[in-house]
């Protein structure tokens, strides 16, 4: 089992910028991939970003892409979401996930979620 914790969430203006964490436990070794996701009020899950915890190869959702970098810390077992140039639509609830299945794209292992909120 993995365990993920999230925090960094917080109430930011419109082309300010927040950095989210997420510290994984448990059988670490296992991940293959990490990704953020968020739900917007009303709205469905959307994949933001996901890196693959042994090279760092990254991907992320055209929405974010440019705005947003995901990076991880194989040493302190870490994943951060630096979030720059937040628009009001980036308010949601983000969740970290993370997977040691190397054939599924879905995710096993989930955070609680932090609130991201972006006034205009």
């Known amino acids: 089992q993995v365990q993920l914790v999230e925090s960094g969430g917080g109430l930011v203006q419109a082309g300010g910028s927040l950095r989210l964490s997420c510290a994984a436990s448990?059988?670490?070794?296992?991940?293959?991939?990490m990704a953020w996701f968020r739900q917007a009020p009303g709205k469905e899950r959307e994949l933001v970003a996901h890196?693959?915890?042994?090279?760092?190869?990254?991907g992320y959702a055209d929405s974010v892409r440019g705005r947003f970098t995901t990076s991880r810390d194989n040493i302190k077992k870490t994943l951060s979401l630096q979030m720059n140039g937040l628009k009001p639509e980036d308010t949601a609830v983000y969740y970290c996930?993370?997977?040691?299945?190397?054939?599924?794209?879905?995710?096993?292992?989930w955070g609680q979620g932090t609130q991201v909120t972006v006034s205009s």
């Open positions: 996930a993370a997977t040691a299945s190397r054939l599924s794209s879905s995710y096993s292992y």
């Open positions: 448990g059988r670490t070794l296992s991940i293959y991939r």
């Open positions: 890196i693959y915890w042994n090279d760092g190869n990254t």
